[in-house]
């Protein structure tokens, strides 16, 4: 398997996992009292999946393929707390503009979201393929 395969498996699997506990468990009930009348019954999982696939490729792209060029992990770690957050800015400033029940708080607590599970991924990503596919 090539480099780029097991990086970005490795990137959606633990993106995926991590957002997985985070939507449906810690924060499901946060996220409901905040925007419940905003959510579906049930997720539109065409989309969602459309969503996990991309993102990961610009994770890929802007903060892992980068780091393991460099070998240095700490750059996996900030580019991708960077890319999430920018790319999580993007979603919830949007959002804040055009939806009349979008909060601050819950505008606040996707963007650090964002951030944090992009990091971690990255990272995760950037070890994981370090260990199995090598980082050269």
Same mark, same amino acid.
């Given at each position: 398997?090539?480099?780029?395969?097991?990086?970005? &498996?490795a990137? %959606?699997?633990?993106?995926c996992a991590?957002?997985?506990?985070?939507?449906?468990? !810690?924060?499901?009930?946060?996220?409901? /009292?905040? !925007?419940g009348?905003?959510l579906?019954? /049930?997720?539109?999982?065409?989309?969602?999946?459309?969503?996990?696939?991309?993102y990961v490729?610009?994770?890929? !792209? #802007?903060?892992?393929?980068?780091? %393991?060029?460099r070998?240095d992990w =700490?750059r996996? &770690?900030? $580019?991708?707390?960077l890319?999430? #957050?920018?790319?999580?800015?993007?979603?919830? &400033?949007?959002?804040?503009a055009? &939806?009349?029940?979008? $909060?601050? /708080?819950?505008?606040? %607590?996707?963007?650090?979201?964002?951030?944090?599970?992009?990091?971690a991924s990255?990272?995760?990503?950037? #070890?994981?393929?370090s260990?199995?596919?090598g !980082? =050269?």
């Amino acid at each position: 398997m090539t480099r780029i395969a097991v990086a970005y &498996l490795a990137t %959606l699997v633990a993106f995926c996992a991590i957002d997985y506990v985070w939507l449906g468990f !810690v924060a499901k009930g946060y996220y409901r /009292s905040q !925007v419940g009348t905003l959510l579906l019954d /049930s997720p539109n999982w065409l989309a969602a999946a459309a969503f996990y696939l991309t993102y990961v490729a610009g994770v890929l !792209v #802007f903060a892992l393929l980068p780091a %393991l060029d460099r070998d240095d992990w =700490h750059r996996a &770690l900030t $580019t991708g707390a960077l890319f999430g #957050f920018f790319a999580y800015a993007t979603y919830d &400033l949007t959002n804040m503009a055009t &939806l009349k029940d979008w $909060t601050w /708080s819950i505008a606040l %607590l996707d963007l650090v979201w964002g951030a944090v599970v992009t990091a971690a991924s990255a990272a995760i990503g950037f #070890f994981v393929t370090s260990a199995v596919a090598g !980082v =050269h």
